[in-house]
């Protein structure tokens, strides 16, 4: 579960379609989330995904799951500015509490 | 205010000091935890705690150590403190067994120890 990772950096510009991507390690995961950090605050929970999904959309933001590759990709669409923060794919591990999150991606919207 | 709250923000020291940082929830939750950002914004468990069962990450030298006095607060003491302990540190808490578990963050604690 230690393993997650992620690219570090994305630029788009605003009003095109941001897609992060998330590799994990672990296949007992019972759910992986995406948290975002925006600067100087804490993590605030986006969305979320339980690992018998292959998707799930909510507004804006598209989640795409792929356990037989664990890969999780989160689709922003329409990217506006305020959208530019960091975002952390995190996984919690059947059995345990607590969360493991991937290396972060720091997501720049150009206007 | 509602959530999870950490004191204090900001937190500069010495080499070889020892300091806490309070963590305090209202939301009812029964597990906390304590994660580290570091430089590199590379975000690591340290600890969860729910009153009965401490769990350590076995990376996390023993001169961290948490402390609940109840339910609703973690806080972190660290001992002796070294440059390479400067990071955000984040409090964190749930409810176990509730739907996909979401966990709540405090607003993180910047660490420089100099």
């Known amino acids: 579960g230690e393993d997650v990772e992620q690219s570090l950096f994305l630029s788009v510009r605003e009003g095109d379609s941001s897609v992060i991507n998330c590799t994990y390690t672990d296949s007992s995961s019972t759910y992986l989330y995406w948290y975002k950090q925006e600067p100087g605050a804490g993590l605030q929970l986006l969305t979320y995904?339980?690992?018998?999904?292959d998707m799930k959309q909510d507004q804006r933001l598209t989640v795409l799951l792929n356990k037989k590759d664990k890969h999780l990709s989160l689709r922003i669409a329409d990217t506006q500015t305020g959208d530019s923060a960091i975002y952390f794919c995190?996984?919690?591990?059947?059995?345990?509490?607590?969360?493991?999150f991937g290396t972060g991606t720091r997501l720049t919207v150009i206007p | 205010d509602t959530a999870v709250s950490q004191t204090p923000k900001y937190l500069v020291t010495q080499m070889g000091n020892d300091k806490s940082i309070k963590c305090e929830q209202n939301?009812?939750?029964?597990?906390m935890y304590w994660y580290k950002q570091d430089s590199k914004k590379f975000l690591k468990i340290m600890f969860s705690?729910?009153?009965?069962?401490?769990?350590i990450n076995e990376t996390v030298p023993n001169r961290f150590s948490p402390k609940s006095p109840d339910k609703a607060h973690l806080n972190l003491h660290i001992n002796s403190l070294e440059l390479g302990d400067s990071a955000v540190y984040f409090c964190a808490s749930n409810l176990r067994g509730t739907d996909y578990n979401e966990q709540f963050f405090g607003p993180g604690t910047r660490l420089t120890v100099l």
């Open positions: 995190a996984e919690n591990l059947a059995g345990a509490n607590n969360l493991f």
């Open positions: 705690y729910n009153n009965k069962e401490l769990i």
């Open positions: 995904i339980f690992s018998n999904m």
């Open positions: 939301l009812g939750h029964d597990t």
